[in-house]
């Protein structure tokens, strides 16, 4: 059972789009101080909803990997590292 106070899932894209929204208002410098606590807040909020979004997206990818003969499991930090040492 949903409570009723309870916002719509908020896609991944469209959190990082009210992410940056929020931290142009804030490097703005033209927000009264409640106002930039209110959006800090909000913007800690994003960042966590962020980052269990992709948290989520890398065990789909390990589990991908794993599900595959003829590929092993390795960290997805791990081959972050190894693509950016090709580039």
Known sequence: ????????A???EEAMEKLE???DRLEGGDVPLETAIDLFQE???LSQLCGGKLEQVEKRIETLLESGAEFQTQPFSAAQNDREDVL
């Open 1 to 8: 059972m949903k409570a009723e106070n309870q916002e719509p």
């Open 43 to 45: 913007g800690m909020k």
């Open 10 to 12: 908020m896609s991944f």
């Open 21 to 23: 929204s929020i931290v």
